[in-house]
């Protein structure tokens, strides 16, 4: 995988579904990938205080409570340290226009302007690769490339994992050898 540069895989557990109606983060994790190596040393996982209630619903699925991010720092302290070790790099997530949308709504907390690296879809990937299929949850493409599912599902480091494990999968399956041929198939630019 050398012409692939280096990729950092990331995932939000947030307050609900839409950054627009005040949901907020309250979870962000990222690990580095490069030639073809996940990189779990230089993982990050980081609590975010959402300055408001975590719904109940929230609760339920990433287990994640109130008390848990009281003294946890905000999102204009988590997200500029997320960004610096995401430099030089390609943002990809599962299902990224979820995960992009909160970031782009949460970056105005952040002092200044912030720039959002290119972000690639692992969702995305797994439609172009097998289009004859249904489902391509993180659960599902796990399931094709025999993975084994974290029993911690819906929190950001375990599916953070998972996720890049998959996107490798899918590169070697696909034969993936440039941007060009990853961009066509994952990048949300393309998709949009």
């Not at 109130?66 to 599962?94: M, R, W, Y």
């Not at 302007?113 to 990937?125: H, I």
């Not at 993975?147 to 999968?169: E, F, G, N």
Request: net charge negative.
């Amino acid at each position: 995988m050398p012409s692939l540069p280096p990729f950092t895989v990331f995932d939000t557990e947030t307050t609900g579904l839409d950054p627009y109606k005040g949901h907020r983060i309250i979870e962000i994790a990222r690990v580095r990938v490069e030639d073809g190596k996940i990189l779990e040393e230089a993982s990050f996982v980081a609590l975010v205080n959402p300055e408001r209630d975590i719904p109940w619903e929230a609760k339920q699925i990433n287990k994640i409570s109130d008390e848990d991010v009281a003294n946890a720092p905000t999102i204009d302290q988590v997200l500029p340290k997320f960004l610096e070790f995401a430099s030089g790099s390609l943002l990809v997530a599962h299902n990224a226009a979820f995960d992009m949308g909160f970031l782009e709504r949460e970056k105005e907390c952040c002092w200044g302007y912030v720039d959002l690296p290119e972000c690639l879809c692992t969702m995305l990937m797994s439609r172009a690769l097998f289009p004859k299929e249904f489902r391509h949850t993180l659960d599902a493409v796990a399931q094709r490339f025999a993975l084994p599912i974290p029993q911690a599902r819906h929190r950001a480091l375990p599916d953070v994992l998972l996720t890049a494990q998959a996107l490798l999968q899918m590169i070697e399956r696909k034969n993936i050898t440039s941007m060009d041929e990853l961009r066509k198939i994952a990048s949300l630019k393309v998709a949009a």
